[in-house]
């Protein structure tokens, strides 16, 4: 019964067509090691720092988080703000793209969860997810 709805779905699939030159940027640049884990660090907190984000990441080098913030503030993913304090602070929110884009992970996340993804162990980015009851 399992093996008919697969190739159903198989049969269903193999009939659409998708473009995916529209990808061509945006998918560079969130396919790269940090950047969901930026989004998701961002995101889970509201804002951050640089050096939250430092230590949230723990291996991320200072060059290529540098760079990886770069990238997403040029995709227009996350915002940075300097606050006028002394001396000037920097934060990075998520724009409205990249809250759209946050909460299109979770399922991604759930499937991963699902199908034999597993937390790092001390991992300090969390999802929220709701269990069905």
């Not at 998520?94 to 699902?114: A, D, H, N, Y």
Request: glycine fraction near 6%.
């Amino acid at each position: 019964k399992l093996l008919q709805r697969e190739e159903i779905s198989l049969e269903k699939l193999s009939h659409e067509q998708i473009c995916f030159c529209p990808l061509h940027g945006i998918l560079d640049t969130i396919s790269k090691k940090w950047a969901l884990m930026v989004i998701a660090v961002v995101g889970n907190s509201g804002s951050a720092g640089f050096n939250e984000l430092k230590r949230a990441l723990c291996n991320v080098s200072s060059k290529t988080l540098s760079n990886t913030l770069k990238d997403l503030e040029a995709q227009n993913l996350v915002e940075r703000r300097v606050e006028d304090t002394m001396p000037p602070t920097v934060h990075y929110y998520l724009t409205v793209s990249g809250w759209e884009l946050r909460e299109l992970l979770i399922p991604l996340l759930e499937w991963v969860q699902k199908n034999g993804g597993h937390e790092e162990e001390g991992c300090p980015i969390h999802v929220k997810m709701e269990k069905e009851v």
